[in-house]
């Protein structure tokens, strides 16, 4: 009897030997997928960047308090940022550190001494205090700017 159990044992181990080693080839072969398309993006991104002279921009105001907002209610505040060179302005990206924000922006670029608004909005269902970072990616000497939304939702 124990010469029938011992070669199935050995065969469950050689197959599991084998789906390991296939799986860790085809994990691998994934890891080295991605790194490669995120370096080809990565140097897209700084070709078409650098071949454009980094900007230089005027933020009428990184911070706004929109103060004591009804739950609910729209809890929104428009950030200004002007081009102040006579290279085009370039938003190349906007990020929200959470769920509760949605920043909306022109996709175009912003001509000199034109003004390009990124508006935050804040989910007021949420009562309580709040304070929210949007992180704006330029081809600007400054970026990313960091502009912040706050405020507090009233029950």
């Known amino acids: 009897m124990t010469k029938f159990i011992l070669p199935e044992i050995l065969k469950k181990r050689a197959l599991y030997v084998l789906l390991t080693v296939f799986l860790s080839i085809i994990a691998y072969s994934i890891y080295s997928f991605a790194k490669r398309r995120d370096s080809a993006n990565t140097l897209h991104e700084e070709r078409s960047t650098s071949n454009l002279a980094n900007t230089k921009v005027s933020v009428l105001t990184e911070v706004i308090n929109i103060g004591r907002i009804k739950r609910g ?7 200004k940022i002007i081009n102040t060179t006579r290279t085009p302005l370039l938003i190349l990206n906007v990020d929200v550190d959470c769920h509760c924000t949605v920043a909306t922006w022109d996709k175009n670029p912003i ?5 390009a608004f990124i508006k935050g909005s804040y989910d007021s269902r949420i009562p309580g205090f709040f304070q929210k970072k949007i992180r704006v990616s330029l081809n600007a000497d400054s970026s990313p700017l960091l502009l912040i939304l706050r405020g507090e939702i009233m029950l």
């Open 111 to 115: 001509a000199f001494q034109d003004t």
């Open 73 to 79: 209610r729209p809890a929104e505040a428009t950030f």
